[in-house]
């Protein structure tokens, strides 16, 4: 059975940090490309950042460039999210997802997330 759980949120004031960790477990975890995903109130769901499987590439969406870091240890099954400077329209829940196309199908897996809280 495939998890994926994140930790690590809470609130925090503007210009502060804070380390978001997923940890993955049942999946052969170094084959899937990890994502973190967030969604604020009356919003959508909106992509942060990605690592793709090995160590490939690595993607930021615009807002979060310069801010965010994302990073995996393969070892550990868990991928990381650095985030630096953080401003209030950081606020939301930030999902971590695993992704993995084989053959023709596509499997992915969403953790639970956690809320990320920035005001002072």
């Known amino acids: 059975q495939v998890q994926v759980v994140e930790s690590g949120g809470g609130l925090v004031q503007p210009g502060g940090s804070l380390r978001l960790s997923c940890a993955a477990s049942?999946?052969?975890?170094?084959?899937?490309?990890m994502s973190w995903y967030r969604q604020a109130p009356e919003k959508e769901r909106e992509l942060v950042a990605t690592s793709t499987s090995a160590g490939g590439s690595i993607n930021y969406a615009d807002s979060v460039k310069g801010r965010f870091t994302i990073s995996r240890d393969n070892a550990k099954n868990t991928v990381y999210l650095i985030m630096n400077s953080l401003k209030p329209e950081d606020t939301a829940v930030y999902y971590c997802?695993?992704?993995?196309?084989?053959?023709?199908?596509?499997?992915?897996?969403w953790g639970q997330g956690t809320q990320v809280t920035v005001s002072s």
């Open positions: 997802n695993a992704g993995r196309t084989v053959g023709v199908d596509y499997k992915t897996y």
């Open positions: 049942g999946l052969t975890f170094r084959r899937y490309s």
